[in-house]
Structures are given as C-alpha cells and as structure tokens.
C-alpha cells in the first residue's frame, strides 16, 4: 500500500506561481511512477505530468507545457509540481497517484492522494 497526500494548493491571481507536494507513506516510494492529475468542476480527471520511478522518463500534457515542472526527491519521498504563470482555466482539484509504471491515463493509476484545490483568480 502506498498512502499518498497532497499540500500546497491555494488561491492564487492569474500569472502567479503555486508549488504542489505530494508526501507518500508506504512502500518504497522510489520503485513508483509518481503523476499529477486535475479535475475542474463539471469535467473529467485530467492528466497533467508524470515522471517515472527514476526520474529517467518525464510526461507533460500540452495543457501546462512550459508552465508546469514536475519533479521528485526519492529521499523525502515526495513529488512536486511547479505550477507557474498559472491561469484562471487551471482551476481545479489537484491529485497525485503512483503505480509501478508511468502513465498519462487516470484509471491505470492503483493509488490517489485526496486532493488539493487551486483556485487561480483572474
């Protein structure tokens, strides 16, 4: 089991910065690719980065390329997400998730943190 939990969410004005962590408990944290994803009202979870278990493999959806930088530190066993020049429309409910592999697909993710809120202000 990996217990997973997710801090640094906030209001924010459009063009600011917000970084994200995602703390994780559990099994070995280093043998997991680790992801952000984001649901907004009204929509479905969507994928925003992943990087693998050894840092080796990173995805960014189109979205927030450029804007958004995901990293890990496998010694604190957290992953962050560097949110900048953050927009009205990234306004959601941040997740992290871990699985054996990375992937971009929310329902191949065996484990969820519960959610951190961003709230960009125009």
């Known amino acids: 089991q990996v217990q997973l939990v997710e801090s640094g969410g906030g209001l924010v004005q459009a063009g600011g910065s917000l970084r994200l962590s995602c703390a994780a408990t559990?099994?070995?944290?280093?043998?997991?690719?680790m992801a952000w994803f984001r649901q907004a009202p009204g929509k479905e979870r969507e994928f925003v980065a992943a990087?693998?278990?050894?840092?080796?493999?990173?995805s960014v959806a189109d979205s927030v390329k450029g804007r958004f930088a995901i990293s890990r530190d496998n010694a604190k066993n957290t992953v962050y997400l560097l949110m900048n020049s953050l927009k009205p429309e990234d306004t959601a409910v941040y997740y992290c998730?871990?699985?054996?592999?990375?992937?971009?697909?929310?329902?191949?993710?065996?484990?969820w943190g519960q959610g951190t809120r961003v709230t960009v202000s125009s």
């Open positions: 998730a871990a699985r054996p592999q990375i992937a971009t697909i929310a329902d191949h993710y065996d484990y």
């Open positions: 559990g099994r070995t944290f280093s043998t997991y690719a």
């Open positions: 990087k693998s278990w050894s840092g080796s493999i990173t």
